[in-house]
């Protein structure tokens, strides 16, 4: 889930990360992009980690391609989704060089400033083929806090995000607010959006 900024966290860590996240079922969250999703469908997951929904997509019949930060997570989702996983940070990768029907963005936007937040998913949403769709996962809250391992998480309220999507022609299709999986308390906030026509 790592961009450039944050990949040494997730190198040093990959291990933990991986076995504290790999094994929870994303189903409840991932079902809503795959409705909108025909057979075959090319997917992008921005921030794969170690390839737990690259596996989910995959074994539905989509044609799945990773992104990650950090090496070792990279390394590790190269492994279990068997799939091509690009290692780079999102903020400056040229993403213009793809073409894929899907992205996914699960929890990896969080630790983007909130001043940078539409120019990064103006970046990643140039991989979108028009009609496309992006699944985004942000944590709910106001402003940003830093964890115990220093790494620092920006909030949003949904009121916050609809004007960024607004301006880059992403439509909502799909919204909910989710319990943590990991079961911290925290609320998600989860959209399916579509890249106009």
Do not use: Q
Not at 85 to 106: H, N, P, R
Request: glycine share 10%.
């Amino acid at each position: 889930m790592s961009s450039g900024a944050g990949s040494d966290y997730y190198d040093a860590h990959s291990d933990e990360y991986h076995m504290r996240t790999f094994h929870l079922d994303p189903s409840e969250f991932l079902k809503p992009l795959l409705a909108r999703l025909a057979p075959g469908a090319s997917l992008l997951d921005v921030g794969c980690s170690s390839g737990r929904d690259l596996c989910w997509f995959r074994d539905r019949g989509l044609t799945v391609m990773g992104f990650e930060g950090s090496g070792r997570l990279a390394a590790l989702a190269r492994k279990n989704a068997e799939c091509t996983v690009i290692e780079g940070d999102f903020t400056t990768y040229d993403f213009s060089s793809l073409e894929v029907d899907a992205i996914i963005l699960v929890a990896a936007l969080v630790h983007v400033p909130r001043g940078a937040l539409e120019g990064v998913l103006k970046r990643i949403s140039s991989a979108l083929r028009r009609g496309g769709h992006i699944l985004i996962t942000m944590k709910e809250g106001d402003g940003a806090f830093t964890d115990r391992e220093r790494r620092i998480f920006s909030l949003w309220r949904d009121e916050e995000l609809r004007p960024v999507f607004d301006r880059l022609g992403l439509s909502v299709c799909d919204f909910c607010r989710r319990d943590s999986k990991l079961g911290t308390g925290e609320i998600w906030l989860e959209y399916v959006v579509r890249k106009g026509l």
